[in-house]
């Protein structure tokens, strides 16, 4: 069994800002050494600014937590440097199944084409991705990065000022003040970031308990999602198997409301349910125990003045649909390229009110589809589950009834429709590429399109003509010239381009679109660029 959860990661080590007589004053601080704290660290380090991360643990989250790793956050791992140890540890997938009581009704593809350089899904135990986004930071360090991880630094208390964060730290050895231009809040669900600045939550907290079970067995089950209502080993209830490295596999099981959480947590009530699921001759040793409790929550706003909130400490939706460390990673990235813009007085700090706008909707849209999984998965009345029955017997041999069943609709990247950064489309082109939207990856030849976008803006150019360079407010936004030509698959065409034989796009430094244009027009591009950064 891998154990890294036990082993000092970034254990504690004196500092001088712990001697000095006046707090010393740090560019960035990012509180939370989980993904999402790490992420947002890196992406600074790797733009030049200075971030120290502050945790008051030192070591890895213990458990699998975290596992489903979507299609969109491992591009954005790509650009911070570790994506592809997450891939090359996971275990990969595409294909999701679908059973009620004992009857395979339908199964699904999340990736049915072809074109891109990464899969649908990977399951990867969280200590695993905590572990390379700690290793990153050593190899940015080794490059003289400016980023810093303080293990067993306990923040304990908070001060807001209109240029500044003021925070009070607790160590083994005494506490000591330091002061923060920007701090970032990645301290989960039960943020004491949240608490001491004396916000909360507002949304729903469902009426029912999940048992999550991390086991290590042999087993012969092929790398899929599989998904039961009303199951022979839980009637009346539903369960979840997903695959992991290391021979270890996650059982999610429904337990219902009324319920003793510590009670049920015991070996001795575990076992029997995980026998009657898997059989009593196999063989499977405990990892890990958890229960949860389905919550739809989100902070009223994500911004705070000099204080920004991201991840668990912002939001909290249901784990099925995998939405909660992946949607960590979209804030990260949809927040860090904005605050660097202000960092380096390139952007009015308003911008940055945007970050809040776009992630507020992202959000509103995870909990959106995840109340919509945790009503169709617990119905809450004997019509609603006499429906939802009916909808599962039909999808088996309908397939207009399969778009109905929802067993967790999963992640997938948010458009930022009407979001204040967007130019007005005048491509009329392919849906999926509008205003807002994440850019969808293509083959390049050897390589892929993502690997040529993120960290800068870019104008994307296929089959036209424009500047290599463009300089606006500050901003270089330099070209990618590409063609259709060159791309046997018809990719680049399908997603970019549909009807049209040329485009022009702008992209975002976190691969969002900007705007988009049949051809280049230099004004066009100039206010569009403006607009990008909350200058018009």
């Known amino acids: 069994m891998n154990k890294i959860f036990e082993v000092p990661l970034y254990p504690y080590a004196h500092h001088a800002d712990e001697d000095t007589a006046a707090p010393a004053r740090r560019k960035v601080v990012v509180i939370g050494a989980g993904p999402v704290g790490l992420a947002a660290a890196i992406d600074l380090a790797q733009q030049g600014t200075e971030v120290v991360v502050l945790d008051d643990n030192d070591k890895v989250s213990f458990g699998s937590r975290a596992i489903c790793f979507a299609k969109r956050p491992l591009e954005i791992l790509d650009r911070l440097g570790c994506g592809q140890p997450m891939v090359d540890k996971g275990v990969q997938w595409n294909v999701g199944k679908v059973f009620f009581d004992d009857r395979q009704v339908y199964d699904f593809n999340l990736l049915p084409e072809d074109g891109h350089k990464r899969p649908a899904f990977i399951n990867?135990?969280?200590?695993?991705?905590?572990?390379?986004?700690?290793?990153?930071?050593?190899?940015?360090?080794?490059?003289?990065?400016?980023?810093?991880?303080?293990?067993?630094?306990?923040?304990?208390?908070?001060?807001?000022?209109?240029?500044?964060?003021?925070?009070?730290?607790?160590?083994?050895?005494?506490?000591?003040?330091?002061?923060?231009?920007?701090?970032?809040?990645?301290?989960?669900a039960g943020s004491p970031t949240r608490q001491m600045l004396g916000l909360d939550f507002v949304g729903r907290v469902f009426e029912d308990n999940f048992l999550i079970a991390d086991v290590i067995m042999e087993a012969d089950f092929p790398t899929e999602r599989w998904f039961w209502f009303d199951p022979p080993f839980n009637k009346g209830q539903s369960a979840l198997l997903h695959k992991q490295p290391d021979g270890v596999w996650r059982i999610d099981l429904q337990l219902g409301w009324d319920i003793d959480k510590e009670r049920e947590k015991r070996p001795e009530n575990v076992i029997p349910r995980l026998k009657a699921m898997l059989g009593e001759d196999v063989k499977f040793e405990l990892e890990w125990v958890s229960i949860y409790t389905f919550q739809c929550r989100r902070m009223e706003q994500f911004r705070h003045g000099r204080v920004l909130f991201a991840g668990d400490s912002a939001h909290q939706v249901s784990p099925f649909g995998a939405r909660g460390a992946n949607s960590g990673v979209q804030d990260t990235d949809n927040l860090c390229w904005k605050l660097q813009l202000v960092i380096d007085g390139k952007a009015p700090e308003s911008l940055l009110d945007s970050y809040d706008v776009e992630r507020v909707h992202g959000a509103d849209e995870n909990i959106l589809n995840s109340s919509r999984s945790t009503d169709f998965i617990t119905p809450k009345s004997e019509m609603s589950r006499v429906l939802r029955d009916a909808v599962l017997d039909l999808s088996e041999h309908y397939e207009f009834a399969r778009p109905l069943v929802n067993s967790g609709r999963l992640s997938v990247p948010c458009t930022y429709d009407g979001s204040p950064l967007n130019s007005a489309d005048a491509l009329d082109g392919p849906e999926r590429t509008r205003p807002g939207s994440s850019c969808p990856d293509a083959p390049l030849g050897d390589g892929f399109l993502l690997d040529q976008l993120g960290g800068k803006f870019v104008l994307l150019t296929i089959d036209a003509d424009a500047p290599d360079v463009i300089e606006e407010q500050g901003i270089e936004v330099t070209r990618l010239a590409l063609s259709v030509k060159d791309d046997k698959t018809l990719a680049l065409k399908d997603r970019y381009l549909g009807k049209h034989e040329s485009g022009v796009y702008l992209i975002r430094p976190d691969q969002h679109v900007a705007a988009r244009r049949p051809s280049f027009d230099e004004n066009q591009f100039r206010h569009a660029i403006r607009r990008a950064i909350g200058k018009e």
């Open 124 to 188: 990867l135990q969280q200590y695993y991705f905590e572990e390379y986004l700690v290793k990153r930071v050593r190899e940015l360090q080794e490059q003289g990065a400016p980023i810093e991880i303080r293990g067993r630094n306990k923040v304990s208390a908070i001060g807001t000022h209109p240029d500044h964060v003021t925070l009070e730290i607790d160590t083994p050895e005494g506490s000591y003040n330091l002061e923060a231009d920007w701090l970032i809040a990645c301290d989960g």
